[in-house]
Structure formats: structure tokens, C-alpha cells
């Protein structure tokens, strides 16, 4: 969203597949007011969109009321912050993109201004064949043209809905579950980026929230104030690139029930029962996981994941479980890395970033990310105990009665394991694993 003249103007590239020299006319459009909402249709033909005006007569070929449709609203945007972009390349529904002017300060004359424009000046379509996608500030629009339509809308997307002026105490307008009959939030900055406070909601909104990571400084944002607008607005912006990945994505981003991310950091969350759902939520744009019946008859759901670093930031979720052995404990960090007859994943740090006591014939439990799917055969470890020693008499050595790794969720009921393993301290091991199937 960017300024102009004192009020904001939402608009999108969001199904542009080419540079954005190419749509280059869109990206300079000036709205003919400030009270004006400008419809723009894209379509595999038309991929940097073509305006679309939604009277009594529109023709089919414009716009087909009978198919499934598409608003995209996206969110409040500095000028200079590129607009994102991705179409699927395959035939699709219509996908109608606003944009949208409104007075920043003046939230009535927006619903006014939505209502009047979007859903009531010719709309011949069924409200259940709509599908709403917000993005930040967007998402709080979205929810207020399904509070308009009374909940009828079939489905809205909040992709990490914009905090600040949203969340206060005596707020009464911003997403929540009731504005659709299928109301799903991902939230990617829901804790701050120091200086800066979370730009995303933290509470649940929808019928099942997905809470990423955890929720700044995602995989591949940056970690300091070296690039500041990229740290400050990596893990925010992370929700549309998700999403937008997700359309072609050949992989899943299984999502976990758990009532907070605390214990699905402690492995609490390792298994997707929950009334009225049959397997684990799958975050993104594809909902054959999802039961039919409109508004679910599941209860609002938080589901917890994490991601990779780079598109389409699918990781595979395993469970590493240490049962440790001997007389001996070390302060270490343990790293692994894991290998198949074609794939490998990259050197994981497991037990977190700081040094932490594995002591003997104690129990331990990691939720594992990894870059690689498919099977595994070794597993690589390493204790660092970040000690400078040359001399190996001087080296503490560190054992583990059994080792399992898990494929997640758990009733995938596919395992490795390991015994009597012993480990040097700062000295990588590589031992391998036997599959077993319960």
C-alpha cells in the first residue's frame, strides 16, 4: 500500500509471472480519486491485469459469476517496497484484484465504499464462491466485507493481519472467524523483531491459525539491523511468499495442533488427533485435507510449523529421541545431519542456540526440520562442546544407549534407530540406522 495524497491506496501485482517492467503500466496507475475502487482481472492471458468494471451486463468472458473468484487485498506497503507476484500457470478461476483507495483514519466510509463496490453493484455470484486473501492490512478488509455479506463468504484467507491501530482493547474491526465460512490465518511475525513490536496479530482469529517458526526472524530473514527494512519486514512479508509458493509447491507444510508454541518446541505436539479433523492441516492454498461441512465442525484450532529458509519452504518434521547412557554428562550443542541413498540434508543444529547439559541416562527429545524428505540410512553427530582441544586424551567422550528418529506425525508409523553409540566431543560420528516399520 503506498501514500498518495494523504490516503492509501491498496493494489497488487500478485499474479504477475514476469519482471515487473512488464506490467509497468499497472504499477504507475493513479486512481481517478480518492473514493474510487478499481477492479482489475487477471488471467493466464492477461498476466499483468486488465480493468473490470462489475455491472448487470458484464459478458462472461470478463468476469463468470458461475465459477469460483479470487479478491486479492493487499496490504499497507511503502512505495518503494516491490509488490508481490505469482500466477498459476494452469487454468483457474477468475481472480479479480482491488484496488482499493479509502481514508486511512475514516474505517466506516471503508466498509461503505466495499459493500457498495464490490458486493452489492452488480454481484451475481453466490458469496460461498468467493474466496478473499488479505495480506496484512488487507486481511482486516477482507474481514469486513465478509462481516457485510454476514459471514457468507466461502472462504478468507488472513495472511499475518497487521497489528498495530488493529489489536487494541476497544478494536472492534479487524478478522476473525465469524466474517467467512472458512476463516484460516498465518501468522509469520507474531512476536517483535527488536526494535520493532510484532506487525502481526499473536491471538488466534480463524477457524484454524498457523503459527510459523517462531514468529520473527524466520529461516532466511536476516538477523540484525545490517539491511534494516529486511529485518524489520522479512518475517511479516513471509506470509504471502508462503502462500503464494504453496500454489505450485510440490510439497505440504503439515501444520500440528498445540495450544502453544512453548510445548510444541518441547515436543508436546508430535500428533494430529483433534475432534472433527481426520489429519494433520496443511497450511497453504490447497484444502483437499480439509472436511467439506461449511463452518467447519471442528472448534478453532492453533496449529504450530516451521519452515525453510527458501521457496517453496516445505521441511520435512522428524522426531530425534536420545536415550543417554554411561556415567558421563557434557554442556554441548548437537548438531546432525542426515542421509539417504539420494538425498542429504544439510548440518542441522538441533538443541538449540545455546549450550545446554546432556547428562547421563537421562532422556531427550528435538523436533527436526529437515531440507531433505525421503528415507534415511546415517545419521551424522556431533557434540560441540566449543572447547579448543588438540590433544585427544584430553577429549570428554559422551554415550547413547539407543537412538530413535521419527517421521512426523508419529502414526506415519515409519522409524529409525540406533544403540550403544559413542561420541568424542567435537568430533563428528556417522552411524547408521535401521529402519523399522510398527
Not at 459493500?115 to 464462491?129: A, C, N, V, W, Y
Not at 540484525?224 to 510440490?250: F, M, N, V, W
Request: charged residues 15%.
Amino acid at each position: 500500500m503506498g501514500n498518495v495524497s494523504g490516503y492509501c491506496v491498496l493494489y497488487a501485482e500478485f499474479f504477475s509471472t514476469g519482471s515487473e517492467s512488464e506490467c509497468s503500466d499497472f504499477l504507475r496507475m493513479t486512481p481517478p480519486s480518492p473514493s474510487t475502487v478499481q477492479l482489475l482481472k487477471f488471467s493466464v492471458q492477461s498476466l499483468c491485469g486488465s480493468a473490470v468494471s462489475l455491472h448487470d451486463d458484464v459478458p462472461h468472458h470478463v468476469w463468470n459469476p458461475d465459477l469460483p473468484t479470487t479478491v486479492i487485498i493487499p496490504g499497507k506497503r511503502m512505495a518503494r517496497v516491490t509488490p508481490y507476484s505469482h500466477c498459476p500457470n494452469k487454468p483457474a478461476p477468475s481472480y479479480i484484484i482491488i484496488r482499493f483507495c479509502h481514508k486511512w483514519n475514516n474505517i466506516s466510509d471503508c466498509k461503505s465504499q466495499i459493500k457498495t463496490h464490490i458486493f452489492t453493484q452488480g454481484l451475481r455470484s453466490d458469496p460461498e464462491m468467493f474466496h478473499l486473501i488479505g495480506f496484512g492490512v488487507g486481511a482486516h478488509i477482507a474481514g469486513i466485507a465478509g462481516s457485510w455479506l454476514n459471514g457468507t463468504v466461502g472462504r478468507i484467507t488472513g495472511l499475518d493481519p497487521f497489528a498495530p491501530e488493529f489489536s487494541a482493547p476497544n478494536s472492534s474491526v479487524y478478522l476473525d472467524r465469524a466474517d467467512g465460512q472458512y476463516v484460516e490465518i498465518i501468522h509469520t511475525n507474531f512476536n517483535p523483531t527488536e526494535p520493532v513490536p510484532a506487525l502481526g496479530f499473536s491471538s488466534p482469529l480463524g477457524h484454524i491459525d498457523y503459527y510459523v517458526g517462531l514468529g520473527f526472524e524466520l529461516p532466511g530473514c536476516p538477523s540484525g539491523l545490517i539491511k534494516r527494512e529486511d529485518y524489520l519486514l522479512c518475517s511479516h512479508r513471509r506470509a504471502h511468499q508462503i502462500y503464494t509458493s504453496s500454489i505450485r509447491a510440490p510439497c505440504r507444510h503439515f501444520a500440528f495442533p498445540c495450544p502453544s508454541l512453548d510445548n510444541f518446541q518441547h515436543t508436546l505436539c508430535t500428533l494430529c488427533y483433534q475432534p472433527g479433523l481426520t489429519t494433520c492441516p496443511e497450511m497453504g492454498y490447497n484444502l483437499t485435507w480439509l472436511p467439506t461441512t461449511r463452518p467447519p465442525l471442528f472448534p478453532p484450532t492453533t496449529v504450530f510449523l516451521t519452515v525453510a529458509p527458501s521457496p517453496p519452504y516445505c521441511v520435512t518434521p522428524l522426531l530425534l529421541k536420545l536415550k543417554m547412557g554411561g556415567i558421563s554428562s557434557m554442556e554441548a550443542k548437537l548438531y546432525i545431519q542426515l542421509e539417504g541413498n539420494t538425498n542429504k540434508t544439510s548440518t542441522m543444529l538441533v538443541s538449540g542456540k545455546e549450550i545446554r547439559e546432556f547428562a547421563a541416562n537421562k532422556n531427550y527429545e528435538f523436533l527436526i526440520s529437515s531440507d531433505s524428505a525421503g528415507d534415511f540410512h546415517t545419521i551424522t553427530l556431533e557434540f560441540n562442546t566449543q572447547r579448543l582441544l588438540h590433544l585427544d586424551w584430553r577429549k570428554r567422550t559422551i554415550s547413547i544407549d539407543h537412538l530413535l528418529l521419527s517421521h512426523l506425525p508419529l502414526y506415519k508409523r515409519k522409524f529409525y534407530e540406533a544403540w550403544n553409540i559413542a561420541v568424542v566431543e567435537n568430533r563428528r560420528v556417522k552411524v547408521l540406522l535401521e529402519e523399522i516399520l510398527v
